[in-house]
């Protein structure tokens, strides 16, 4: 049996990256996966906290009370529907998605694996979570005296 050989052109390697911006020698798209210490982070969007100290504190203390807020509009969904069901329901859909846009918020920043900026989420919320339960808990208090002190004049 006869063998034909077809000549066929080789494709062209790809071009190579050295030119572009992505290149293994760029910090800027440098991307971390695993936690690391520093100050050097890209928190919410591009050139932000831009590796100074006092923004790096700020995008800190941005996370720290986003996840504050998170925890207190938490109770909010347990609120009264009041008069008229539909509007509560309607307001409790809106606190219910500015919450839900704030929980992305926090995790955004702490896909950038900063330690610190993990720690301040975490701190938010614990923080929300203490101010949400002590002030239930006060609640609480208040409306169990008030009746232990009807209860004991009533005897």
Not at 17 to 33: A, L, Q, R, T, V
Not at 50 to 59: C, N
Not at 120 to 148: E, K
Request: with cysteine; charged share 10%.
């Amino acid at each position: 049996m006869p063998q034909f050989e077809v000549s066929m052109p080789m494709p062209s390697p790809p071009p190579s990256m050295s030119n572009d911006s992505m290149s293994p020698g760029d910090m800027s798209m440098m991307m971390h996966m695993s936690f690391y210490w520093g100050k050097d982070a890209i928190i919410l969007f591009s050139g932000w906290p831009e590796g100074s100290a006092g923004m790096h504190v700020l995008a800190l203390l941005f996370t720290l009370s986003l996840g504050v807020a998170i925890e207190v509009l938490s109770v909010s969904s347990a609120a009264n529907l009041g008069k008229n069901p539909i509007l509560g329901t309607f307001t409790q859909a809106c606190v219910h998605a500015i919450r839900m846009g704030f929980a992305y918020m926090v995790m955004l920043p702490v896909m950038s694996y900063n330690f610190g900026i993990f720690i301040a989420a975490l701190a938010g919320h614990a923080i929300g979570f203490f101010v949400v339960r002590a002030r239930a808990l006060a609640t609480a208090n208040r409306a169990g005296q008030g009746s232990s002190t009807n209860a004991t004049a009533k005897v």
